[in-house]
């Protein structure tokens, strides 16, 4: 069974950083796509990251590109999403998400859609 956990949200100041984890079990890391996603209240759920399988490769919207970065530990199955110059903008529950995936050096952030693995959210707030 593939189980999903994130963690490490919390409150924030504008321009602060916070690493997100995503703690996975089930799954072989090289098999499976891994996405960050986020959604505030009254908007839709958006991507803002994504590693691909076999490769580790990680791809990022022009608005976070440079503000953020996965990473992960293999040996402890973690998933880190790193974000640094926090905007209010960035205020969501963040998600992580997995989807098994031979397509070495590719992954999916633009779309939800596909991933069918999900943990449960949580909260990134930024003041400003």
């Known amino acids: 069974e593939v189980q999903l956990q994130a963690s490490g949200g919390g409150l924030v100041q504008a321009g602060g950083s916070l690493r997100l984890s995503c703690t996975v079990s089930g799954i072989t890391f090289g098999d499976y796509a891994i996405a960050w996603f986020r959604q505030a209240p009254g908007k839709e759920r958006e991507g803002v990251g994504c590693?691909?399988?076999?490769?580790?490769?990680?791809y990022f919207p022009h608005s976070e590109k440079g503000r953020f970065t996965i990473s992960s530990d293999n040996v402890k199955n973690v998933v880190y999403l790193q974000m640094n110059s926090l905007k209010p903008e960035d205020t969501a529950v963040y998600y992580c998400?997995?989807?098994?995936?031979?397509?070495?050096?590719?992954?999916?952030?633009?779309?939800?859609?596909?991933?069918?693995?999900w943990g449960q959210g949580t909260q990134v707030t930024v003041s400003s």
């Open positions: 590693m691909s399988p076999g490769d580790g490769g990680t």
């Open positions: 998400a997995a989807v098994r995936s031979y397509i070495v050096g590719e992954c999916i952030y633009g779309s939800s859609l596909g991933y069918d693995n």
